[in-house]
């Protein structure tokens, strides 16, 4: 589709695609014999020779399309691909005491592994970007907006590190994340891999998820869905952090405003002043998307007795479509980062047609030292309301109507109130 080219990343799309199923199927299996070779469970020479063939061989993927229409999982079809390949001799230890679940849990988990190192690669750039900004701009003042209005002064820099704090959190999250191999057999029990007193069955999990680099589980988790479902809800809030971004970005480039724009916009076949951010609005765009993707997953949390077809299919819906989505957003991202234009002046042109509304909360902390509080908070309010009534400056007004003996100048000047905002900056750029 045209839009995918759009909405989609194709770096992204190569990691989750058919061949790349496909090909981790096959390494399952491939190791699967090694392991079992090297425990005695199968002739060594025929896991050398299977491990050989599931390495070289290329899964014929309208042929796993076929298969699946047919028996609801591709792992039957690429079976026999796969003995078809390995030979009579040797075809009959391939998948052995394996059930089709195993196979592609444990493919998924190794693209999802992939996944994982190539989102974080994506979110430290992106933090790293960030973190220029954060620093070019800490004394860069601009209104705080609180309820879609000016609020206090704050600066940019903040502003980004706002937007950074979330992502180094996200970044542990997915760190953390289990990659789990699954390994049960046909009823969770492993039973085909040694009966009675040779339970071999929790040696070849061990060994095979040291092979393939993945978490050993205390037990099969064919119907316990938590670990699919807490990856989705990293990628969810990846996406959702990004669109907050991408969504104040939004705002902020909005004619009336102009305090950012990103460079190289896109175009108006209509209107030629028109430079539309519309990369930053397919990220507010996924984000959305990803949130209602998000309760499809919660869906296939009740995962019916050993084996549920219908939970695992939503799982085969959902998934791949957040992981594009989360691509997207972070390639998009990275774009908007790179290319931001931050408009000092007009921040201070915003904040002056406030005609010091902005420090309102200023002015009634500092009369608070001349009387009580609450007395202070009536005094200035009456005189914001005045003051926007007539269109003049609410210090003037406040002028006239106090002999608080106060620094009218230095108590209107925005960089004089902007609290702890360079030691927050400081604490999210020491965490990268």
């Known amino acids: 589709m045209i839009l995918d080219a759009y909405l989609q990343d194709p770096d992204t799309e190569v990691l989750i695609d058919d061949a790349a199923l496909a090909d981790a199927m ?21 896991a050398d020779h299977i491990e050989k063939i599931a390495a070289t061989m290329t899964a014929d993927i309208p042929g796993l399309m076929e298969g699946t229409i047919r028996d609801g999982v591709p792992i039957i079809a690429l079976l026999a691909q796969l003995r078809h390949a390995v030979g009579p001799e040797f075809g009959g230890y391939v998948h052995w005491g394996a059930t089709s679940q ?28 960030w973190m220029v900004l954060a620093e070019d701009h800490r004394r860069t003042i601009m209104a705080a907006r609180t309820r879609y209005q000016q609020a206090v002064p704050t600066t940019f820099g903040l502003k980004v590190a706002g937007w950074i704090a979330p992502l180094q959190r996200h970044r542990q999250r997915l760190l953390d994340q289990p990659m789990l191999l699954q390994l ?12 009675q007193e040779l339970k071999r069955g929790p040696e070849v999990v061990a060994a095979l998820a040291i092979a393939l680099n993945l978490d050993a589980p205390p037990m099969p988790w064919h119907s316990q869905r938590d670990t699919i479902i807490e990856f989705a809800h990293c990628l969810a809030m990846v996406s959702g952090d990004l669109g907050k971004v991408a969504g104040d970005i939004l705002m902020l480039a909005q004619s009336e405003f102009g305090e950012v724009q990103i460079a190289g916009a896109g175009g108006s076949s209509a209107m030629p002043q028109k430079a539309n951010p519309v990369r930053a609005e397919a990220v507010l765009a996924l984000a959305r998307h990803n949130g209602g993707l998000m309760a499809n997953m919660h869906q296939t949390a009740p995962h019916l007795l050993e084996r549920d077809g219908v939970a695992w299919n939503l799982e085969w819906l959902t998934l791949p479509q957040m992981i594009r989505a989360t691509g997207a ?21 915003n904040i002056a047609a406030s005609k010091g509304m902005l420090l309102a909360e200023a002015a009634v902390y500092a009369l608070a030292q001349h009387m009580p509080k609450r007395e202070a908070q009536i005094l200035v309010k009456d005189a914001c309301r005045d003051a926007i009534a007539d269109g003049q400056d609410l210090f003037a007004v406040l002028q006239q109507r106090t002999d608080a003996q106060l620094d009218w100048q230095a108590l209107a000047d925005p960089a004089r109130y902007l609290g702890a905002s360079d030691d927050f900056i400081d604490a999210v750029l020491k965490r990268s």
């Open 184 to 195: 049960g057999g046909a009823g969770g029990t492993l039973s085909a891999m040694g009966r």
């Open 26 to 46: 096959l390494a399952v299996e491939g190791i699967l014999a090694r392991v079992q070779g090297s425990l005695g469970i199968i002739p060594k020479p025929a």
């Open 329 to 349: 957003g972070l390639i998009h991202s990275l774009h908007i980062a790179e290319n931001l234009i931050v408009n000092c002046d007009r921040m201070m042109e």
């Open 102 to 129: 195993d196979i592609v849990d444990t493919a998924i988990s190794l693209l999802l592994q992939r996944v994982r190192s190539h989102f974080l690669g994506r979110l430290d750039s992106l933090i790293d970007t």
